[in-house]
Nanobody
Framework: QLQVVESGGGLVQPGGSLRLSCVVSGATDDTYAIGWFRQAPGKEREGVSCIGSGGRPTQYADSVKGRFTISRDDAKNTVYLQLNSLKPEDTGIYYC??????????????????WGQGTQVTVSS
């Protein structure tokens, strides 16, 4: 059973950057996919990005393409989400989620079974 723990959230001004980390444990090898999701107050949780085993495939929501970058360092069992050019509408709780899989990823909430507690990202001047 995978366990994931997020970190790296905070308060940042519009146009600023943050790097979120998702540390994975409980995996015997690197055949797992990680998804990043976010939930704003009063809204449903939405898929932001995902990455498969070995770094492929990757997906991004249209709203973050060109601004966010997902990557993974399997030696550190960590997946990163680099958030650049942040906007107030990026505010929310960011969650990472894991699922055992090879060469696959998804931005659908229902596809993932292991979830972290979330890290708050607030974009405000």
């Amino acid at each position: 059973q995978l366990q994931v723990v997020e970190s790296g959230g905070g308060l940042v001004q519009p146009g600023g950057s943050l790097r979120l980390s998702c540390v994975v444990s409980g995996a015997t090898d690197d055949t797992y996919a990680i998804g990043w999701f976010r939930q704003a107050p009063g809204k449903e949780r939405e898929g932001v990005s995902c990455i498969g085993s070995g770094g492929r495939p990757t997906q991004y929501a249209d709203s973050v393409k060109g601004r966010f970058t997902i990557s993974r360092d399997d030696a550190k069992n960590t997946v990163y989400l680099q958030l650049n050019s942040l906007k107030p509408e990026d505010t929310g709780i960011y969650y990472c989620a894991g699922e055992r899989a090879f060469n696959w990823c998804s931005r659908e909430v229902r596809q993932f079974g292991s979830w972290g507690q979330g890290t708050q990202v607030t974009v405000s001047s």
